[in-house]
């Protein structure tokens, strides 16, 4: 799949983009998937009044690496209290990215994307999200692991589930990138 | 101070210049007493927390500097130092405050899916201490 997508910019409408229908298909796959990775695992058991004030004292920290890095520990040598901390803040947290993830995938609905400053602030923050996950899943642990990837830029080389992967992530990269850009740019020329 | 004020000045004046001297001396002992005792006295939650973003290598430069500026609303200068001594030294304090309050930017932090910890101020010994400083 040989990607035909514009680069975010700014302009007289606002912050717009181009995506080909192919490319929405794709990033809304990545939204999804990472809608269901947090969407919160609803227990029988659980007091509906903690959770309707947000609490989840059944928490755990996350055993997935992909999770842990989207809801990290808020401390890094304490893991007592920053489970505790995790029991007040983490349902909130994921609801949050949940509809940074949902905002983006419904603007998916058309080729011609045009954001308002909100919109690009969750969009700009779901591709982050979909990025670490992404990121996980391909083991980039350090720069030089992220170098190796950035490489991969062409299409007809990806021959398996890695190298689309790698694809995929540099196309999200490259997306996000302009998008950032072109949010830096309305931003200077505000008063 | 006390080198200053010999026993060679006029005889008149020898004993009032002691008084004085002593009262110098007591003054700075004093001084040093009352900054001992309120170290002592303050409590867990008046000691600064610090905010500690982490390096990794998959958010982009642009971005991080993005949400400093957009979350903290710091200068594009001030965004970009932090975020290149994120990038550079592996993590930079970029707020410092109250406990509940550093808690609540990391959370914030977490949302843009940066990588944040809290930490009491000095407790990593890398001396940074509150250089690192914030806006209120």
């Known amino acids: 799949m040989a990607h035909v997508a514009k680069a975010f910019k700014y302009g007289l409408k606002g912050i717009t983009g181009y995506l080909e229908p192919a490319e929405r298909e794709l990033l809304r796959g990545l939204l999804d998937d990472v809608i269901s990775m947090l969407e919160p695992q609803l227990s029988s058991n659980e007091d509906p009044l903690t959770a309707m004030i947000g609490l989840d004292m059944n928490v755990k920290e996350p055993s997935d690496r992909a999770l842990l890095r989207l809801l990290p520990n808020v401390m890094k040598s304490d893991d007592a209290a920053s489970l505790e901390f ?13 509809g940074a993830l949902r905002a983006a995938a419904m603007g998916l609905d058309r080729n011609e994307l045009v954001l308002t400053p909100e919109e690009a602030k969750l969009w700009s923050m779901a591709l982050n999200d979909v990025r670490l996950v992404l990121a996980e899943r391909l083991d980039i642990r350090d720069e030089a692991d992220a170098d190796h990837v950035h490489a991969m830029q062409d299409w007809s080389q990806a021959e398996d589930v890695e190298s689309y992967l790698a694809l995929v992530y540099n196309f999200t990269t490259w997306l996000q990138e302009s998008l950032v850009q072109a949010m830096m740019a309305s931003m200077d020329r505000k008063p | 101070m006390i080198t200053t004020v ?16 002593d009262a110098g001396l007591k003054g700075e002992e004093r001084t040093d007493t009352s900054e001992q005792s309120s170290t002592d ?17 998959v958010n982009l430069m642009s971005y991080v500097s993005y949400v ?11 965004s970009n130092k ?20 550093v808690e609540q930017h990391a959370v914030a932090m977490h949302g843009y899916g940066l990588w944040a910890t809290v930490e009491k101020a000095n407790s990593s010994g890398d001396g940074q201490g509150r250089k690192g400083g914030a806006r209120g």
């Open chain 2, 82 to 101: 932090l975020m290149l001594e994120v990038h550079k030294k592996g993590r930079s304090i970029v707020a410092y405050g109250g406990k509940e309050q």
């Open chain 2, 6 to 21: 010999g026993p060679g000045t006029a005889p008149g004046t020898y004993s009032a210049t002691n008084t004085v001297t």
């Open chain 2, 41 to 57: 006295l303050l409590s867990a939650a008046d000691i600064p927390w610090n905010l500690v973003v982490w390096n990794d290598p």
């Open chain 1, 86 to 98: 995790r029991q007040l803040t983490e349902r909130s947290l994921r609801e949050g990215k949940i």
């Open chain 2, 68 to 78: 400093f500026q957009s979350y903290f609303g710091y200068s594009e200068a001030k």
